[in-house]
Each structure stands twice: as structure tokens, then as C-alpha cells.
T-cell receptor, first 112, second 113 residues
Framework: GAGVSQSPSNKVTEKGKDVELRCDPI?????LYWYRQSLGQGLEFLIY????????KSGLPSDRFSAERTGGSVSTLTIQRTQQEDSAVYLC??????????FGQGTRLTVV | DAKTTQPPSMDCAEGRAANLPCNHS???????VYWYRQIHSQGPQYIIH???NNETNEMASLIITEDRKSSTLILPHATLRDTAVYYC??????????????FGSGTQLTVLP
């Protein structure tokens, strides 16, 4: 596609359940980023993938959060045993190495 | 990364120039000034960035003071579609990198018809 695609666009889950969020970056982009944005808050960095290098996981808030990127393209962010404080919009972005990044529309996660 | 200060909200008449200020008094010599915006329910969008010199692109102009302690983003002819939250960020990074971007609360710009 022409832009970064994220799915689902909305997800409502029960507390304690696991969720998977998907990101399809722009074709050919080697860098992929995950951020989250809580209601009325700024962007919070989660994780960064660049090519075959080890990902920068310094922003993951707890060990319940993990992400992988298969074949240097699609990425999945997994949140285990979801908590209400995990409710946020999860944004994915991609870029050519460290150049200008393009963001997706995000996945709005609501934990009830 | 240096802290930035922006007004929480501004209004601008359609067709007029929108001037969005940002203070970054603790900026270091190797830190760039970036501007992003986020239209409601969309992901952030890169606008422009600069180090020392004023910059202009198809979207906006960036004016950086000589002491680099503040800057102004200028949208020369604001349209209703420019209504968004505008974020000023200061960080060490090449080009428009999104690596570890940290957004504050930004300025809500409302363009009025």
C-alpha cells in the first residue's frame, strides 16, 4: 500500500487477555517504530527496529510487552495479560533508515 | 533532549498566516528543532526541521532565533485542514528521524472560517 497500515483500527479486550497489534510498513522501509499515545498525552516511544540489527526495546514499559518483525517487513506488537492502563492508541511508523518517518493511523486499544 | 514550551492553544483565521512559537532555552549546539503535527484521529505528520538556519518547504517555514533558544513555525496561508495539535521537539538526530521521539502536549491550532 501507499502508507503504513495498522490493524485492527479498534480493539476492545477484557483485562487479563492477550492482544496482538499488526503493522504493515511502507514497502522498502528498513526502520520501524512503535509508539503509544494515551488520552490527552504525548507520544511514548516503545520499540525500534532497523534492518537486521537488534531492536531498541528501551521504551517497552514492562515484560508484558513484546514485539517482533518478521522478514524485515510486518511487525506485531503483543501485550500479554492486558491491564486497564494499557488502554491507548498504539502507533506504528516506518522510514528509510533514520530519515523522515511516516505514521500509520494507529490501533485504539481499550481494556475493560 | 532539551525541554520545549509551547502555548496550549491558538486560533487563526483561514487564509491568514499561523505563527506557532516554541521556547527551547536549554537547547544544545548539536540539537535540531523538529515540528510535527497530529490531526484528530490520525498519526503524527512530520512538517519541518532545522538546526541554525531558517528553513522552508512546501508545508511551512521554520524561523530559529540567532541564540537558538526559541523558534516559530509559520503556516503562510492556513486552511481549515491545518487544524491540529502542533508539536515542537528538540533532539539530536539526523534529518526527520522518529527514533525515540518524545512529544509533549503541543499547541492546539484551530483555524477558523
Amino acid at each position: 500500500g501507499a502508507g503504513v497500515s495498522q490493524s485492527p483500527s479498534n480493539k476492545v479486550t477484557e483485562k487479563g487477555k492477550d492482544v496482538e497489534l499488526r503493522c504493515d510498513p511502507i514497502s522498502g522501509h528498513t526502520a520501524l517504530y512503535w509508539y503509544r499515545q494515551s488520552l490527552g498525552q504525548g507520544l511514548e516511544f516503545l520499540i525500534y527496529f532497523q534492518g537486521n540489527s537488534a531492536p531498541d526495546k528501551s521504551g517497552l514499559p514492562s515484560d508484558r510487552f513484546s514485539a517482533e518483525r518478521t522478514g524485515g517487513s510486518v511487525s506485531t506488537l503483543t501485550i500479554q495479560r492486558t491491564q486497564q492502563e494499557d488502554s491507548a492508541v498504539y502507533l506504528c511508523a516506518s522510514s528509510l533508515r533514520d530519515s523522515k518517518a511516516f505514521f500509520g493511523q494507529g490501533t485504539r486499544l481499550t481494556v475493560v | 533532549d532539551a525541554k520545549t514550551t509551547q502555548p496550549p492553544s491558538m486560533d487563526c483565521a483561514e487564509g491568514r498566516a499561523a505563527n506557532l512559537p516554541c521556547n527551547h532555552s536549554t537547547i544544545s549546539g548539536n540539537e535540531y528543532v523538529y515540528w510535527y503535527r497530529q490531526i484528530h484521529s490520525q498519526g503524527p505528520q512530520y512538517i519541518i526541521h532545522g538546526l541554525k538556519n531558517n528553513e522552508t518547504n512546501e508545508m511551512a517555514s521554520l524561523i530559529i532565533t540567532e541564540d537558538r533558544k526559541s523558534s516559530t513555525l509559520i503556516l503562510p496561508h492556513a486552511t481549515l485542514r491545518d487544524t491540529a495539535v502542533y508539536y515542537c521537539i528538540v533532539r539530536v538526530a539526523p534529518s526527520g528521524s522518529a527514533r525515540q521521539l518524545t512529544f509533549g502536549s503541543g499547541t492546539q491550532l484551530t483555524v477558523l472560517p
